[in-house]
């Protein structure tokens, strides 16, 4: 906003000066709070939509997606406690989350693994097939794999955050991997509504993939040496 003083005397030319910039300095400050507050009401969850609010971000869905993010190690930087009971709750949360959440991964992986396996043995019983057997399930489950959790769910995002396909695969890939750089993170678009199982969904998309691509590297590291 613009602050226009009108003065009729010379003399007072140098009072009506100060009181102009002194005008500006307060608006000019509260301007500053009010961006302040804005901020800080983000980190806190809130969206703001206009002159109403959303609290959104930290119901049971987004409670749950955050609770994810900190178990995986993903830590989008997005979403944070930000009371102290909040932060030493989020510390102690993650001390047994992370060790549980690798043996589930690791759980998911295994079970992964035995499927394939099965699926070889299977082929090679009924098709009298031995190496052609498991080189082609196991190819099926990395093009299964591939189609799951790094080809497909790009179009559910460029459905629902309005990203383009590049985008949703750079997020995928950036997620499962629990790079996490949190330049892309879902639901966080305030002009677009989202159904209460999206991001449900998308966190167990995440342990199934993370188990998934874990494998996928654990192979390319047993070729590697």
């Known amino acids: 906003s613009e602050v226009v003083v009108v003065c009729d005397f ?6 009506c000066q100060s009181r102009e910039l002194a005008i500006r300095g ?5 301007i500053i709070v ?3 507050g804005i901020i800080q009401a983000y980190k806190s ?5 206009g002159n109403t609010t959303s609290l959104g971000r930290w119901n049971f869905s987004g409670s749950f997606f955050f609770s994810i993010s900190a178990i995986t ?4 930087g997005n979403l944070s ?9 989020c510390i102690l949360f993650a001390l047994f989350g992370i060790p549980l959440n690798l043996v589930l991964l690791n759980e998911i992986g295994q079970l992964m693994l035995l499927g394939v396996q099965h699926c070889a043995r299977r082929l090679e019983e009924v098709f009298r097939w031995q190496k052609k057997a498991s080189l082609l399930i196991k190819t099926c489950a990395l093009v299964t794999g591939l189609l799951l959790f790094l080809l497909l769910p790009p179009l559910l995002f460029s459905d629902k955050e309005g990203w383009s396909y590049e985008e949703g695969f750079y997020y995928s890939f950036i997620t499962l991997s629990t790079i996490g750089f949190g330049d892309y993170v879902i639901g ?18 995440i342990l199934f993939g993370m ?9 390319c590291i047993s070729f590697l040496e």
């Open 34 to 36: 009010s961006l302040q």
């Open 73 to 76: 190690t993903i830590g989008y």
């Open 10 to 15: 010379t003399s007072q030319h140098w009072k």
């Open 45 to 49: 969850g809130i969206t703001l939509k």
């Open 211 to 219: 188990a998934w691509l874990a494998l996928v590297i654990k192979f």
């Open 188 to 205: 966080m678009n305030s002009d677009r509504t989202y159904p209460s199982w999206y991001k449900n969904v998308i966190s167990v998309w």
């Open 26 to 30: 307060f608006v000019g400050s509260h």
């Open 81 to 89: 406690p930000s009371t102290v009971a909040g932060r030493i709750f």
